[in-house]
């Protein structure tokens, strides 16, 4: 594991608003889930912040449509 890589992954996760917002263990498990995705990336230590973010907001995006399309059968969530 790259500590340096991981330390800037949980630094940028930390000023992103709704994962900041998560509880101490799921934020835990969304940047080990982002640096396990990051790291297989060609020159994962050069990736650029910019880049980070919209990794950032594609999880998030396919994570919140994925709860979406789950249905709730024979309860009401409205």
Do not use: Q
Not at 53 to 66: A, P
């Amino acid at each position: 594991m790259s500590k340096t890589l991981y330390k800037r992954l949980e630094d940028i996760c930390a000023r992103e608003y709704v994962v900041n917002r998560l509880s101490e263990h799921k934020f835990r498990t969304f940047v080990d889930f982002l640096y396990d995705d990051i790291r297989t990336w060609d020159r994962p230590t050069d990736v650029s912040e910019v880049d980070v973010i919209h990794r950032i907001e594609e999880h998030l995006s396919y994570m919140v449509s994925s709860r979406l399309a789950d249905a709730h059968i024979g309860t009401n969530h409205d």
